[in-house]
């Protein structure tokens, strides 16, 4: 539909017809069975404004959409359609790893096309726009969602921002496989204080915008469809009723010309948090915000009516929203077409068919992170006899807290896959504990039950009898699905005490004994670092986690994921993160100087840092070469290192660039990660890699709130973590 008719068709639309499009309404009040939604508001919701709502949140099947768009456009008075909108984070039905374990395989491209298989299936299934991609920077394990980020770095988070959206969205909004993308949380509600969450965010100006700020940048420079507000405050306010942050700085400064959706009920929430004097006052400040849909909380179509007859808001803004949704309504193609790309018998064909299965196995390879091996303890050796063990060994949940539209039940088992991917090898299965300790209770998107009528003993002792006959251990370890996501802060970071146990029996029967992770977060693992001979941290690897793990374990796949987020020691060290400021006193382990920035019971250095992986073979990296000592504006330098593999079989290495600005207007980082390239090479094999240092890339806010470079020395590292000290300096002239 062109503009024109848009802008004649608001032109004809009544009020209450305008403030229906402005709220979105819970598929449970259209739909018996849809998703439940969060906290569910006291919704004072009219069956008129349902029947005038503008979007749909939490319904899904294309039957069930069809059926409610024909219903919902016959009864509308202009006939508008609606967007069905829902939560497809790590993939519609063929689940695949979370976001932070995407992050690890340092592979946006591969994240990219996985949010294209997402939207293949979501797309079939009726829904038009996702609430993804979450891009909020992370540096606090524990804050639940970390799971649901790439992690800590403003790089890495940029890479995979744009590469999602692109995944989603395609060359054709309005195509039959694509969804509206929705980038998330705007903004910072990954630095809550405490990491408790929806807590407080204090951020500098410079922080801010610095860190937490690009990669939205980098997702509404690759045309994402929609930003959602963050329920957190932003220098005090509420980021969804912040004039300056949504006008000026998102629209104004970032360029978004999308449609700017609430978080769940978040317009209703600035009454608690004290900005808001009542519901009325909370819709006329979100409006004049630029929020353009308010998502269940119920303010618009309960307040905006009185307050535009009132003379106390512009229908003007109301009119403004209404336009960009009609405008997203015309880009997905809805006006031609209402039932985009729904199809039951496509459906059926698309979604967990074995292409996208296999794409969700090898995302699940390439995001595994081997944290130790000691004595090159994995890959398994066919012919040992191998005890599986552990709570996860045959543990169907491995989607993570965000794929209620996954169903557990598709999941392939590391047992299931064991027998079936490697029947010769000799394997013994024993679950040894439930996941959680007694008495734990969990609330989400799913039941935590345990089968508490296993019998505890009898699993127990066949997890040592296993462990006893076996010549090495595998342990099969984790967070419930449930202990992470939203609303899901911990305290404290460790295993489950009974897993825990299980750890320190089976490894005083058998030290041979490796531990792999299931977690959505960074584990304070110092009790599996000191008891397990190998580590791998598996996140939570989806739909084909159990093939991926077997495949790795025994060989078939290398591990070549690097971590996308500090390990921290332990939860005192929290928030944790490589790119911290060096302070006047800085401590470099053993220093005995008693007066320095650390602490007097625990390192300052995370148990594994950003950028960590291991593989199945080794490397070498030579010193950093320049080609130039020094720079202009205009020039560039460009850094090499000779990488070699050291060891005895192919490998994957990812060799990081990192940045130090030595002296600067204002405090800069130790480093900062600009580049990174993943390399592939034969046993002996070697190769020179290189980034070129462009002038654009040592930019950041100088002290007086300019983004520049300003001339002076430079340190640059290459390496294989954030670890790396390896380096050579040069001078920006
Ligand atoms: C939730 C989350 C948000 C999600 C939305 C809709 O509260 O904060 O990430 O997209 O509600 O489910």
Not at 55 to 83: D, N, R, S, W
């Amino acid at each position: 539909m062109d503009h024109k008719k848009l802008e004649t068709l608001l032109h004809d639309m009544t009020l209450r017809e305008k403030i229906g499009q402005v709220f979105q309404i819970s598929g449970q009040l259209l739909a018996e069975d849809s998703a439940a939604m969060g906290p569910m508001q006291e919704m004072g919701v009219t069956q008129e404004d349902v029947l005038l709502a503008g979007t749909v949140l939490g319904v899904f099947g294309a039957e069930k959409i069809c059926k409610i768009q024909k219903e919902y456009m016959e009864h509308h008075p202009h006939h508008i359609p609606l967007i069905f909108m829902l939560d497809v984070i790590n993939g519609y039905r063929t689940v695949y790893p979370i976001p932070l374990a995407q992050g690890a395989s340092f592979l946006p491209e591969l994240s990219g096309k996985c949010a294209q298989m997402a939207a293949r299936e979501a797309a079939a299934a009726g829904l038009h726009v996702t609430f993804s991609p979450m891009t909020d920077l992370v540096r606090d394990a524990r804050w639940g969602r970390v799971m649901e980020s790439t992690g800590e770095d403003v790089y890495l988070n940029g890479q995979f921002a744009k590469a999602m959206t692109g995944g989603y969205q395609g060359e054709d909004l309005a195509g039959e496989e694509t969804l509206g993308a929705c980038v998330k949380h705007f903004a910072g509600y990954g630095a809550p204080d405490a990491g408790r969450d929806y807590n407080t965010v204090q951020l500098t100006e410079r922080t801010f915008r610095e860190y937490y700020l690009p990669a939205y940048q980098a997702a509404v420079d690759a045309g994402v469809a929609l930003v959602m507000t963050s329920f957190n405050t932003v220098n005090d306010i509420p980021a969804t009723v912040n004039k300056k942050l949504m006008r000026e700085i998102l629209r104004d400064e970032m360029g978004f010309d999308g449609v700017l959706i609430s978080d769940f009920g978040a317009i209703g929430e600035t009454v608690a948090h004290g900005l808001s004097s009542d519901r009325a006052d909370a819709a006329r400040r979100a409006l004049e915000a630029g929020v353009d849909i308010d998502m269940m909380s119920g303010v618009y179509p309960e307040k905006l009516e009185q307050l535009i007859r009132g003379g106390k808001v512009s229908e003007d803004l109301l009119d403004e929203a209404v336009m960009r949704i009609l405008e997203l309504k015309n880009k997905l193609g809805l006006f031609e077409n209402p039932f985009k790309g729904a199809d039951p018998e496509k459906e059926k064909t698309v979604i967990l068919c074995e292409e996208h299965r296999a794409l969700a196995r090898e995302a699940a390879e390439r995001s595994f992170v081997l944290l130790k091996n000691d004595g090159a303890f994995l890959p398994l050796k066919k012919g040992e006899k191998v005890a599986l063990i552990g709570p996860y060994v045959s543990r169907k949940q491995l989607l993570g807290g965000w794929s209620f539209l996954g169903d557990a039940e598709d999941t392939v088992t590391v047992e299931e896959a064991a027998r079936k991917l490697a029947p010769e090898w000799e394997f013994i299965f024993a679950k040894g504990c439930p996941v959680l300790d007694p008495g734990t209770k969990l609330v989400g998107f799913g039941s935590c039950e345990e089968n508490e009528d296993e019998d505890q003993d009898a699993m127990w002792k066949a997890a040592c009898d296993a462990a006893r006959e076996a010549d090495k251990v595998v342990l099969f370890l984790g967070e419930h699905f449930l202990q992470t996501g939203e609303a899901t802060s911990r305290g404290i970071l460790e295993l489950p005490q009974i897993q825990q146990k299980l750890l320190r029996e089976i490894t005083a029967i058998n030290p041979d004994t490796a531990v792999v992770l299931f977690n959505g977060r960074p584990l304070d693992l110092r009790v599996v670092n000191e008891n397990a001979k190998a580590i791998l941290e598996a996140w939570m690897p989806g739909t084909e986690g159990g093939p991926a793990l077997i495949r790795t374990l025994t060989g078939a796949s290398e591990p070549s994921g690097r971590l996308p987020m500090s390990f921290p020691y332990c939860v005192g060290q929290v928030p944790v993160h490589y790119d911290e400021f060096p302070t006047g006193r800085p401590y470099h382990a053993p220093d005995e100087n008693r007066f320095l920035s650390k602490y007097l019971d625990i390192p300052n250095q995370p148990l594994y840092p950003f950028g960590y992986g291991m593989g199945y073979t080794t490397f070498s990296v030579s010193e950093v070469d320049l080609d130039r000592e020094e720079m202009t504006r205009g020039e560039s330098v460009t850094a090499k290192v000779t990488v070699r593999n050291t060891g005895d079989r192919p490998g994957t290495d990812v060799i990081q660039l990192y940045l130090h600005d030595v002296a600067a207007s204002v405090v800069r980082p130790v480093k900062q990660m600009k580049g990174y390239q993943r390399i592939t090479l034969e046993p002996g094999e070697e190769t020179e890699v290189a980034f070129e240092i462009r002038e654009e890339m040592l930019r950041f806010y100088t002290a007086d709130g300019t983004w520049d470079s300003e001339p002076g020395v430079f340190e640059v590292m290459i390496g294989e973590s954030s670890a790396t000290e390896s380096k050579k300096s040069f001078l920006l002239r």
